[in-house]
């Protein structure tokens, strides 16, 4: 199983970005997908996250600027940022709790990170 994050680059305060993660592999079943990330200096944390069923979290930094949604039959989640700032740089990482087909327990699974940079 693997994970492969993208849409990540260089936009200016105010200016927006879609970040996506796809799941492939042999993959039985995903439940909770998230979105984390990283600035340089600082501790990872989660920025939002949907359960399977629908349910949603985000972080009290998000303000309504970010949506997370997810697509299960592309085995997608997806994080809409709009109202970028400057604070928002960091390496965005995706992650989804993925039974892998065959297997009977859980495990946590990674993107590689995609890099965000709001900048003027």
């Known amino acids: 199983v693997q994970l492969q994050a993208s849409g990540g680059g260089l936009v200016q305060p105010g200016g927006s970005l879609r970040l996506s993660c796809t799941a492939s592999g042999r993959i039985g079943s995903i439940g909770d997908m998230a979105w984390y990330r990283q600035a340089p200096g600082k501790q990872q944390e989660l920025v939002g996250r949907i359960a399977s069923g629908g349910t949603i979290d985000y972080a009290d930094f998000v303000e309504d600027r970010f949506t997370i949604s997810r697509d299960n039959a592309k085995l997608t989640v997806l994080l809409q940022m709009n109202s970028l700032k400057p604070e928002d740089t960091a390496a965005y990482h995706c992650?989804?709790?993925?039974?892998?087909?065959?297997?009977?327990?859980?495990?946590?699974?990674w993107g590689q990170g995609t890099q965000v940079t709001v900048s003027s």
């Open positions: 992650k989804m709790m993925i039974r892998p087909r065959g297997r009977i327990a859980w495990s946590e699974y």
